[in-house]
Structure formats: C-alpha cells, structure tokens
C-alpha cells in the first residue's frame, strides 16, 4: 500500500468514525434547516425567533411525551422480541382511564372537604391518575401477556395477529364506551373545579408565551430518563433486562427467571403506555383514534433509535429527533410535517441500517 | 455417588434426534471431558444438563436430585455455572456489569471477595473492568465468561470449547487458570483438541453421532487406539 493510500483510508476512517465529524455534521445540518426555514418565511428575524422559540418547546415538550411513550414499546420489543401492536391502544386507553379516575377523585376529594384548596385537589387527583392508571395498565399488560403472548414466544406471526387482535378489540371497546375519534376529552372542561394545577402560561415577554404543562413535561421527561437510565445501569434487574435483550438465553443458563423478567417488563412497559396516556390528557385530551397514531410514532422512534440490540439512550435521542422535526415542520412546513418523520427513518434506515444505536 | 449423573437421555433440537441414549457420569472433584468432533453432539449434551434443551426421555440427576423436568434458571440456581462455546458474553454491558447480571447472592461483602478471586485469576479483567466486553480481545473475552460462571458458590462448572478461536499463548494461560480451577470445583468440559486437555482431565468420553463411542480414564490408552481416533476425533496419526 503505497503512503498516500494509507494517509486517504486514515482520512476516510476518521470522517466516518469519529464523534467530532458526526457532531459537526449534525449542527450544519441543523443550522443549514434553520437557515432555509428562515429564507422560505416571509417574516421579520423578531417574528422567526419568536416562532422558533416556540417549536422549540413545543417540539422538546412533544418529544418527552413520545420517550416516555415509547419507552414501554422498546423494553417489551428488546427484552420479549414482541413486537406489541397494542401498545398503542394502551396508551389510548391509559388516557380514558387517567381522564376518568382524575374526574372522580375530583369528585371525591371536593365532597370529603378536607382539601378546599383548588391547587392540591387537582394535584392530588392528577396524581391518583397516574398512579391509579399505570397500576391499571400493569395489571392488563402482565394478564395479556400470562394468558396469551407467553404461549406464542418465538412464534412471530402468532404474536403479530394476537396483538393486532388485542388492539383492535381495546379500540373497538373505547369507541363503545367514549366515542369515535372525532371527540377528544379535555380535563378543564370535564372539571369541576375547572381548574388545573400546571394551568396557565409563562410569558417571557416580547410575545414568547409557553404553557407551564409543556415545562413540566420537559422537566418530567428529563428526570424520567436520567432515572431510567439509573435503573438499567446501576440495579440488577435493570442489567438482568439490558441483558436480555443481548442474549435472553444465556440470561436464564445465569439462573434468572427469564419468564418471570418478560412478564414483569410486559407490566412495565404497559404501565409506561398508560402513564404517558395519562400524562397526555392535560395537553392534547383523550381521543380513540390517538391508539394508531401514537403506534406510528413508537414503530420510527424504535427503528431510529436501533431497534436490534440498540440501547435505551437510542430511544430517548429518536423520540428527541421525531418529536423536534414533527413540531419544526408544523410551525414551518406544515405540508410536511405528517410525513417528516417517515423522511427521516428512511435516511437512517439508507445509511446506518440499524438505527442510532443498534446493530444492522 | 457422582455430583452429576446422566443416564440414558435422548434430546432432540426440534425434530432433529440428536442424542442416543447417552449416559455418563461427573464424579465430585473431578473433570470429565467429553470429546468428539463438531456436530457429535457434545454441546447439546452439556444444554441437556442446564434444561436449554429437555431430554425427552432420560434422567438427569444432580447432587442425588433429579433435574430433567426443571426450568434451565431452577437447575442452575442449584449449583451450576455455565461457560458456552461462543462466550456469549453481554457486549453492551461493562465487564464489572457482566459480573453483576450474574451473581446470585447480592451483599457488598460477598461482592468484594468475589471480585478478588476473580482478579487474582484473571489480572487483565481488572485493568479493563469498567469497559464495554465488546472492547475486549478474543482471550480476554472467554476469562469473562469463565469468570461470570465463577462469582456464584457452584458446585460443578460446564465448560464448552474454552479454547475456540484463541491464540496458543491464550489458550496456555486459560488451560493453566483453569488447572487452578480444579483443585477446588467439580467441572464437565467440552473439547474438540483431546491434546490440549490431556493434562488436565480425569476421565474422558468420545461422541460421534449423538452417541458415546468410547470413555476411559487414560487418554494414552484411549487415543492408542489410532482407528478411534481417526474416525471419531478426525484426526490423523502416524
């Protein structure tokens, strides 16, 4: 190999491996977007910001409601090699089931007169949703997976057709009980006190207005993933999971109950679904047609975070690219922003096969 | 009585017939090596053991218990530390996490001692022990499976092929780690290279087609016979 060979193989090795050239590529490209967004608009640089500032915590607010959402899909995906089409419907469900106990504690807590204070009332019963919910949620997701899924293990079709059949029935259930999806239920005008406790806005000045709930699903999103992260690093059954899905086998020639740990991370990854339905409510209401949309979303973030062997951070960074690009695009190109994230995937897809993190 | 007793089990990998009636024993204290070509069945003896792969007919018994109907987890909570062929170690995981996923018995203490062991066996495990196990090399990779079967009290250890794919001066110092190994445990190893273990094992048996063809506690006598060897170790002798 003659020298100057050798010098073009080390130069093309470094632009394609290291972390400095991907990280510049990303900002170029980012700043390239903002700037042809810009030239596109007709407005003033005051108007863009403002409008940019505002996709921006619209699209980081977006992004942690679909990580937290997601997260669920990817552990049961990863771990049981399941791929669970009524995950969706699950967090559809999750958020009837939060808008309704949040209603009744309401309810309750008012007549019980301890409480006469608005913030706590709502507080409390926004928290007995959660809580009530994802317990809900874990109970349906482990007794699905109990009776049904666990005979079909390794058998992909079987599992495709079952959890497409439990998506459809949870579906066809909600529309029963709330509606088609034309309706969607808001807390504030179901609510009693016709109040909530993250209501409101935060106004920076100069037009830069944000809603407090979109904060707070940042700050949530955030802490959410700093802990899940905790928890697949530092506890045992969080490395026996991260484990699993590498090797699920070999987990259990180790003496784990690789049975009892799917069961577990069904109930985990249902609870997740129901939470993120829950934790949607206040923001974007309860719809039965939100099931098949959010399944979409969940199917990209997964594939761009790498699905095969990919690691939870993945998720997290496909949820950030997806929920970033879809708010960017409505509040710029709205023609595309239903199929932006399908633009993206596709490019992953060409080239890193696996995914941000995964293995081809 | 020996530690592990395999009596006359017949596995199957889905409608494939792989073992015979297969039988053999693993007395306590000892290394029981089971030798053959690939593909004569040897490692699907050792998965029968571990319940990966159910004997449907046969009995396995383990410290006097019959184990065949357990599940693999149950079977190996009982005292087996297992080291596969392919090392199939955890690669997203740290070496120390590797470590962690398989310790049974959680407790600082028990850790720390554990670790140690383990450090003395193995020095380079130290030096890399907050590192990915993909960023190991071929060698120190198969110390991390020896070592993640050894962080648990067990009382026979199953070891496949420790030797594939490494280099001689690796396969030397894990040939000589694992002679350490036997003055303490009771192991059940598989090898292709009968010349690589002859210092090591107490008694031998040959596969070859899903069933044993011969066994022996002298590997000079057993390997005398050059046909034997020819035909069921593939390997010629002059």
Same mark, same amino acid.
């Given at each position: 190999?003659?020298i100057e060979?050798?010098?073009?193989?080390?130069?093309?090795k470094?632009?394609?491996?290291?972390r400095?050239?991907?990280i510049?590529?990303?900002?170029?490209?980012?700043? !390239?977007?903002i700037?042809?967004?810009y030239s596109? +608009?007709? +407005?003033?640089?005051?108007?863009?910001?403002?409008?940019?500032g505002?996709?921006?915590i619209?699209?980081?607010?977006?992004?942690?409601?679909?990580?937290?959402?997601?997260?669920?899909?990817?552990?049961?995906?990863? !771990?049981?090699?399941?791929?669970?089409?009524?995950?969706?419907a699950?967090?559809?469900?999750?958020?009837f089931i939060?808008?309704e106990?949040?209603?009744?504690?309401?309810?309750?807590? =008012?007549?019980?007169?301890?409480?006469?204070?608005?913030?706590f009332?709502?507080?409390?019963?926004?928290?007995?949703?959660c809580i009530?919910?994802?317990? +809900?949620?874990?109970v349906?997701?482990?007794?699905?997976?109990?009776?049904?899924?666990?005979?079909?293990?390794?058998?992909?079709?079987?599992?495709i057709?079952?959890t497409?059949?439990?998506?459809?029935?949870i579906?066809?259930?909600?529309e029963i009980?709330?509606?088609?999806?034309f309706?969607?239920?808001?807390?504030?005008?179901s609510?009693q006190?016709?109040?909530?406790?993250?209501?409101?806005?935060?106004n920076?000045?100069t037009?830069?207005v944000?809603?407090?709930?979109?904060?707070? =699903?940042?700050?949530?999103?955030?802490?959410?993933?700093?802990?899940?992260?905790?928890?697949?690093?530092?506890?045992?059954?969080?490395l026996q999971?991260?484990?699993?899905?590498?090797?699920?086998?070999?987990?259990?020639a !180790?003496?784990?109950?690789i049975?009892? !740990?799917?069961?577990?991370?069904?109930?985990?990854?249902?609870?997740?679904?129901? =939470?993120?339905?829950? +934790?949607?409510?206040?923001? =974007?209401?309860?719809?039965?047609?939100?099931?098949?949309?959010?399944?979409?979303?969940?199917?990209v973030?997964?594939?761009?975070?790498?699905a095969?062997?990919?690691?939870?951070?993945?998720?997290?960074?496909?949820?950030?690219?997806?929920?970033?690009?879809?708010k960017?695009?409505?509040?710029?190109f709205?023609?595309?922003?239903?199929?932006?994230?399908?633009?993206?995937?596709?490019?992953?897809?060409?080239?890193k096969?696996?995914?941000?993190?995964?293995?081809? | 009585?020996?530690?592990?007793?395999? /009596?006359d089990i017949?596995?199957?990998?889905q409608?494939?017939?792989?073992?015979?009636?297969?039988?053999?024993?693993?007395? $306590?204290?000892?290394?029981?090596?089971?030798?053959?070509?690939n593909g004569?069945?040897?490692?699907t003896?050792m998965?029968a053991i571990l319940?990966?792969?159910?004997?449907?007919?046969?009995?396995?018994r383990?410290?006097?218990?019959?184990?065949?109907?357990?599940?693999?987890?149950?079977?190996?909570?009982q005292g087996?530390?297992?080291v596969?062929?392919t090392r199939r170690?955890f /690669?997203?995981?740290?070496?120390?996490?590797?470590?962690l996923?398989?310790?049974?018995?959680?407790?600082?203490k028990?850790?720390?001692?554990?670790?140690?062991?383990?450090f003395n066996?193995?020095?380079?495990?130290?030096?890399?022990?907050k590192?990915?196990?993909?960023?190991?090399?071929g060698?120190?990779?198969?110390?991390?499976?020896?070592?993640?079967?050894?962080? /648990?009290?067990?009382?026979?250890?199953?070891?496949?092929?420790?030797?594939?794919?490494?280099?001689?001066?690796?396969?030397?110092?894990?040939?000589r780690?694992l002679?350490q190994?036997?003055?303490?445990?009771?192991?059940?190893l598989?090898?292709q /290279?009968?010349?690589?273990?002859?210092?090591?094992g107490?008694?031998?048996?040959?596969?070859?087609?899903? $069933?044993?063809?011969?066994?022996?506690?002298?590997?000079?006598?057993?390997?005398?016979?050059?046909?034997l060897?020819?035909r069921?170790?593939?390997?010629t002798?002059?």
């Amino acid at each position: 190999m003659s020298i100057e060979t050798s010098i073009y193989q080390k130069i093309k090795k470094f632009i394609l491996t290291s972390r400095i050239v991907k990280i510049l590529t990303l900002v170029i490209i980012l700043i !390239l977007s903002i700037y042809w967004a810009y030239s596109q +608009i007709e +407005i003033s640089v005051d108007a863009f910001t403002l409008k940019f500032g505002r996709s921006i915590i619209d699209g980081l607010a977006y992004s942690m409601l679909l990580f937290l959402m997601v997260s669920g899909f990817f552990v049961i995906f990863g !771990l049981c090699d399941v791929i669970n089409f009524a995950h969706g419907a699950f967090f559809m469900l999750g958020g009837f089931i939060g808008y309704e106990i949040y209603l009744a504690s309401e309810i309750y807590l =008012l007549d019980t007169a301890f409480l006469n204070n608005n913030f706590f009332v709502s507080l409390l019963a926004f928290f007995i949703a959660c809580i009530g919910t994802a317990s +809900i949620l874990a109970v349906i997701g482990g007794g699905i997976e109990v009776f049904t899924i666990k005979k079909y293990y390794g058998n992909v079709t079987s599992q495709i057709l079952l959890t497409i059949g439990f998506m459809f029935i949870i579906a066809k259930l909600a529309e029963i009980i709330w509606g088609a999806p034309f309706q969607t239920f808001f807390l504030d005008s179901s609510s009693q006190l016709n109040y909530f406790f993250l209501g409101g806005v935060i106004n920076l000045g100069t037009g830069l207005v944000f809603e407090v709930y979109q904060i707070f =699903l940042i700050i949530f999103g955030f802490l959410f993933a700093g802990g899940m992260f905790l928890v697949f690093q530092k506890t045992r059954v969080g490395l026996q999971i991260q484990a699993g899905i590498e090797d699920a086998e070999m987990v259990e020639a !180790l003496g784990i109950n690789i049975t009892r !740990l799917f069961t577990l991370v069904f109930m985990v990854g249902a609870a997740l679904a129901g =939470l993120a339905g829950v +934790i949607l409510v206040p923001w =974007l209401g309860a719809n039965t047609g939100h099931g098949t949309t959010y399944l979409i979303f969940a199917f990209v973030i997964v594939v761009v975070g790498g699905a095969h062997y990919g690691r939870f951070e993945g998720t997290f960074f496909g949820a950030l690219i997806v929920g970033m690009s879809i708010k960017f695009c409505e509040y710029f190109f709205p023609d595309i922003s239903s199929i932006i994230v399908f633009i993206i995937m596709s490019v992953i897809l060409v080239f890193k096969p696996g995914g941000l993190t995964g293995e081809h | 009585m020996s530690l592990l007793e395999v /009596n006359d089990i017949h596995v199957y990998i889905q409608s494939f017939y792989i073992l015979h009636g297969v039988s053999f024993e693993v007395p $306590k204290g000892e290394v029981t090596v089971l030798l053959g070509r690939n593909g004569s069945g040897k490692t699907t003896a050792m998965k029968a053991i571990l319940g990966l792969l159910p004997p449907r007919q046969g009995s396995i018994r383990f410290k006097g218990d019959e184990i065949s109907h357990l599940p693999a987890h149950k079977i190996v909570q009982q005292g087996i530390g297992y080291v596969p062929d392919t090392r199939r170690i955890f /690669n997203t995981l740290t070496v120390e996490q590797n470590l962690l996923v398989a310790m049974r018995r959680s407790g600082t203490k028990n850790q720390e001692d554990k670790f140690e062991y383990i450090f003395n066996l193995f020095p380079d495990l130290k030096q890399f022990w907050k590192n990915k196990a993909r960023s190991l090399s071929g060698g120190q990779q198969q110390m991390l499976a020896v070592a993640r079967a050894l962080v /648990n009290e067990n009382d026979l250890l199953l070891i496949d092929e420790p030797t594939e794919g490494l280099s001689p001066l690796y396969s030397k110092n894990l040939l000589r780690s694992l002679s350490q190994l036997k003055e303490t445990k009771t192991i059940l190893l598989v090898e292709q /290279n009968f010349r690589s273990v002859t210092a090591l094992g107490d008694r031998y048996y040959i596969f070859d087609d899903g $069933k044993i063809v011969a066994s022996g506690e002298d590997m000079a006598k057993l390997t005398a016979d050059k046909e034997l060897v020819s035909r069921h170790l593939g390997v010629t002798t002059t």
